[in-house]
């Protein structure tokens, strides 16, 4: 365990697998900045423990701990924040995950495990994070009273990736630009005081086009009072999405992606339009794949009056030259 009231930066991996305190920072106890940077090796908290009881150590050495609630770092001391920091600055050439797999179940000590009680400006520089079973990412904006204690989640380069049923949570969410990426699973959710996507972003559909049309509503944002849409939205059909994309079948009709829905009601403003990554532009020719447009829509999929859902729309015009 590492105690530290300065700045402590990890420049590339770290491992901190089944420490234990007694109410807080299972792994790092400190009070200032903190740097995860994993550019050619892991970030991994595995087993942090604290509260509960210890009830042995095993043949590790490694205390046993009964009723534990999983925990990594405390920056501020508070038994009500496990992270508290003026920054937190996240980047990898992979990934950096938060998950709540180990941590399934309705037990209390349970639910405890899968909050990550960020209250931190967090920034994500490259690679991915992702948020994945159930778990959550920040203090909810409403529980926070006190406004020093406000906190942003910002991707200026790098995927946002959340699924199965795991939230982030910040006072303010921004995607700064085509380098940001937001791939958003089965039950996504935000929840912030302010979203700024003014600047555009880069939409990743890999789970929808796994899970076909039935797919849901895509990522759940509440943004209780200020939501601004502005700038591309990029298509990610180029990199890992790239290899033959336009040349499946499925582009030989017209197809409608959900990108995310205004939960609130409240966004101003929009996007100026959607942009292939592959081409450039709005529009894709190539004689070996299907053809097509793309453009973008606010619907109202609830049928309130509201058009609350941003959609991609890929409108078909043409099939592949087929070889002699």
Same mark, same amino acid.
């Given at each position: 365990m590492i105690y530290s009231d300065g700045d402590i930066s990890f420049s590339d991996g770290a491992t901190f697998i089944n420490n234990y305190a007694k109410t807080s920072g299972g792994a790092i106890t400190m009070g200032g900045k903190c740097d995860l940077l994993a550019l050619t090796k892991d970030v991994l908290f595995s087993g942090n423990m604290v509260g509960g009881v210890v009830i042995g150590q095993s043949d590790d050495g490694f205390p046993v701990v009964e009723n534990g609630i999983a925990n990594a770092i405390d920056m501020n001391g508070s038994l009500f924040s496990s992270l508290y920091t003026p920054n937190l600055t996240l980047a990898a050439e992979e990934g950096i995950v938060f998950s709540g797999e180990l941590y399934q179940g309705e037990d209390t000590h349970l639910a405890a495990s899968r909050y990550n009680n960020f209250c931190a400006d967090t920034t994500l520089y490259g690679g991915v994070l992702l948020l994945e079973h159930d778990v959550v990412f920040g203090r909810n904006p409403e529980e926070i009273m006190d406004k020093r204690y406000n906190s942003s989640l910002t991707v200026e380069k790098g995927v946002l990736e959340i699924t199965g049923g795991s939230t982030a949570n910040a006072s303010s969410f921004t995607l700064s630009g085509p380098?940001?990426?937001?791939?958003? %699973?089965?039950?996504?959710?935000?929840?912030?005081?302010?979203?700024?996507?003014?600047?555009?972003?880069?939409?990743?559909?890999? /789970?929808?086009?796994?899970?076909?049309?039935?797919?849901?509503?895509? @990522?759940? @944002?509440?943004?209780?009072?200020?939501?601004?849409? %502005? %700038? /591309?939205?990029?298509?990610? +059909?180029?990199? $890992?999405?790239?290899?033959?994309?336009? $040349?499946?079948?499925?582009?030989?009709? +017209?197809? !409608?992606?959900?990108? @995310?829905?205004?939960?609130?009601?409240i966004h101003e403003e929009d996007f100026d339009?959607? !942009?292939?990554?592959?081409?450039?532009? $709005?529009? !894709?020719?190539?004689?070996?794949? /299907?053809?097509?447009?793309?453009s973008h829509r606010w619907t109202d999929a609830d049928g309130d009056g509201y058009a609350e859902q941003l959609q991609l729309v890929w409108k078909a015009d043409g099939t592949p030259h087929q070889p002699r």
């Open positions: 380098g940001a990426v937001l791939r958003p %699973g089965e039950s996504a959710f935000i929840n912030t005081h302010n979203a700024d996507l003014s600047h555009g972003f880069t939409f990743d559909m890999r /789970y929808q086009l796994q899970a076909g049309p039935a797919f849901g509503p895509g @990522l759940m @944002l509440s943004a209780l009072e200020t939501f601004t849409a %502005g %700038g /591309y939205i990029g298509v990610a +059909d180029t990199e $890992a999405n790239a290899p033959w994309f336009y $040349a499946d079948r499925s582009w030989k009709q +017209d197809r !409608v992606f959900h990108v @995310l829905t205004d939960v609130q009601h339009g959607a !942009v292939s990554q592959a081409t450039g532009t $709005a529009r !894709v020719d190539d004689p070996y794949a /299907y053809t097509g447009t793309w």
